[in-house]
């Protein structure tokens, strides 16, 4: 019976989260790294440092069922590894003997009607720990979404379960049975780092619960530890698919890991690493609201009696939580994620960690509870039974935040920008908020494909020119030279030779000027959408990155404003600038971005909010030309649809006056 009951709980946990995360599926591809992930997914690609290529194993097979878009497909594998995370979730807290054995009531005998039993305290807690972690706004917002780190999620909570099986079994007495676990726990890790790097956080957990297990004699066990890593190695054998995908120089070739060099630098997100630092204690008064945000105060009362709890009766689970939230508090403490930090769902991916181990505490909230009132008003246990959906209140809370129902925003501004260019058109950007899920959209949905679209952060490495050369053959035509002379300087840079920051750069603008002026020869008309950073604009952040680099950088900084496109006529006929040559006035075509639909709604993150604003910032860059150009009445109407999206914005209202008074 117990048995029955436990997978009834167990696959009403899975239910209730898929159909959850079902109901606020995003329908479309979003933000950040959604659009590059499918594009790598759908053309076998390889994506962004560190490559994730269990992620990109998997999800080679989930795009290859035939329903829906490959966008929605991969938004329902995050789906279920959401909700299989908070299935296992309820296993893992529910399968400890020891705490079984604990629950034991001293003294006479209870009333069995009267008595809650040991596994049903457990299954309590166990279900109020999955609803907590379902209803977890970073749980639920990347469970929603094309990204790793749902699937982050899954192997985390399924090492746990199996690490808390092997202390349990071998507490029991049953090494053989302990050993077989471990072996699935050493596979599952390798499975976690080829998906996500950062899971490696879980160490100091996993050998402080092996010492608390097995004592001093697990460092003797030289036989059955060396299995133990060639199973740990086993699981990290989907890297190798990293050099297989490169070597058949797919579409997307990020890093081009095909030798040991590239390859070695993209699995341990080389470029990445200059935002490694000291712990900045700062950072934690950007961690600790975020924490307390996941759920509402109401269920943050079950934290700290779950963590009292857990410390007394469990105390192998506690250590393995208390360390893995301390590892997690390090890693955001020392991984400078500025410039990420601005999208809170975004940083709340670095900390989901840290939610896991909340929602096991509040769990344990529940348990802790429970035995309580089983000791002291046992006739009250049948009522408490509630408590264990309590986490459920974080639904109505959270809901519009961390899901994605009807979330078209990315799609909107990628298309806004796309359907009315002209044909052929080439678009240099430094927005990934556009390139991204334009790269899916372009090449997986068929969106405007005669556009080309070039990152232009991403025409700084060397690996990219693959793409453009595929995607443009036309510039090689025109300006293969200025290609050349570039990469020729780049490769010093990235060869660790001497080199010069301001050659570099001198290089890389002439290139990217000579790629708009190839652009209007050839009939493919140059956009611009830039957003580049000076040394002078941002003079801290180019010292931080000049000491983390232990040299000069020119990745990130070093481009004054106004160098690309200098010279040319900056037309806003989209939310882009069509660049043009000479200072005739261009009539600016019509455009639909009605505001009703585009304004701010609700409490969306950053990403999307900035993003929103483009649009009333799109109207005043449209007043401003017109102004210019005297057409006023065209002017006051582009600045109304300005003011209707941003009310206080300065410049629509100081250009609103000047027509007017005109």
């Given amino acids: 019976m117990h048995a029955r009951t436990r997978l009834l709980l167990l696959a009403l946990c899975f239910a209730f989260g898929l159909a959850l995360y079902g109901v606020t599926l995003a329908p479309t591809v979003t933000f950040v790294d959604s659009g590059e992930l499918a594009t790598a997914a759908a053309t076998r690609g390889v994506s962004h440092p560190s490559g994730s290529p269990f992620y990109l194993l998997l999800a080679s097979f989930v795009v290859a069922v035939p329903v829906a878009t490959v966008i929605v497909r991969l938004n329902a594998f995050s789906a279920v590894c959401g909700s299989a995370s908070a299935a296992l979730l309820f296993l893992a807290m529910t399968q400890s003997s020891a705490d079984v054995a604990r629950t034991q009531t001293k003294g006479k005998a209870k009333s069995p009607q009267k008595v809650m039993s040991p596994s049903g305290i457990l299954q309590a807690g166990g279900v109020a720990g999955a609803l907590a972690w379902i209803t977890n706004l970073g749980l639920w917002g990347t469970s929603t979404v094309t990204e790793v780190y749902a699937l982050y999620a899954l192997l985390l909570t399924l090492l746990a379960l199996l690490l808390f099986q092997y202390s349990t079994a071998m507490a029991a007495g049953k090494v053989e049975n302990a050993h077989r676990w471990l072996a699935l726990a050493a596979v599952t890790t390798g499975f976690g780092l080829a998906n996500y790097p950062p899971f490696g956080i879980v160490a100091p957990s996993i050998f402080t619960l092996l010492g608390m297990t097995e004592g001093r004699s697990l460092w003797i066990k030289w036989g059955r530890n060396a299995t133990m890593v060639s199973f740990f190695l086993l699981g990290l054998l989907p890297y190798a698919l990293l050099p297989m995908r490169a070597a058949a120089q797919p579409l997307l070739n990020w890093g081009n890991p095909v030798d040991w060099k590239h390859f070695w630098a993209h699995i341990s997100a080389e470029q990445y690493q200059i935002f490694l630092s000291k712990p900045k204690l700062d950072v934690l008064s950007e961690v600790f609201p975020l924490w307390f945000r996941q759920w509402p105060w109401p269920v943050w009362l079950l934290v700290p009696i779950g963590f009292i709890g857990m410390a007394v009766s469990r105390r192998k689970e506690f250590a393995y939580t208390l360390l893995l ?129 070039f990152d232009v952060e991403l025409l700084r490495r060397s690996w990219y020119y693959g793409y453009v050369r595929k995607r443009a053959p036309w510039l090689y035509e025109t300006t293969g030279k200025d290609i050349e002379d570039f990469l020729r300087e780049l490769a010093k840079y990235e060869n660790n030779q001497p080199y010069d920051p301001d050659v570099i750069t001198d290089k890389y603008v002439h290139m990217l000027n000579g790629f708009i002026a190839a652009g209007l020869a050839t009939n493919h008309p140059p956009y611009i959408l830039l957003n580049l950073e000076s040394k002078e604009q ?46 005739a006035f261009h009539p ?68 609103q006056s000047e027509c007017a008074g005109r």
């Fill in 588 to 655: 600016l075509p019509a455009v639909r971005i009605p505001p009703e639909r585009f304004a701010p709604k609700g409490d969306y993150d950053d990403v999307t909010q900035g993003v929103m604003a483009r649009y009333a910032e799109f109207w005043r860059w449209r007043g401003d030309y017109l102004r210019g150009a005297m057409h006023c009445d065209e002017a006051t109407v582009a600045y109304r649809k300005a003011l209707e999206l941003s009310p206080d914005l300065p410049e629509a209202l100081s250009g």
């Fill in 325 to 453: 939230a301390l590892a997690n508090l390090f890693y955001v403490l020392s991984y400078d994620v500025s410039d990420v930090a601005s999208a809170p769902s975004d940083f709340a991916m670095y900390t989901l960690p840290l939610f896991w181990c909340t929602a096991v505490w509040i769990g344990a909230g529940v348990c802790t509870i429970l035995k309580l009132l089983q000791a002291k008003w046992p006739g009250a246990i049948p009522a408490a039974y509630a408590i264990a959906v309590f986490p459920l209140v974080a639904v109505p809370a959270n809901f519009h935040e961390a899901g994605h129902r009807g979330y078209t925003y990315a799609d909107d501004f990628v298309r806004s920008i796309l359907q009315p260019a002209a044909p052929h058109a080439l678009i240099l950007s430094s927005d990934w908020t556009f390139v991204s899920p334009a790269m899916y959209l372009q090449h997986i949905e068929n969106v405007r494909p005669d556009v080309t679209v």
């Fill in 538 to 583: 941002n003079p801290e952040r180019y010292c931080q990155l000049e000491a983390a680099l232990g040299r000069p950088p020119y990745m990130t900084t070093g481009v004054a404003p106004g160098a690309i496109g200098h010279g040319y006529q900056w037309v806003p006929e989209t939310l882009a600038y069509r660049l043009f040559s000479g200072s």
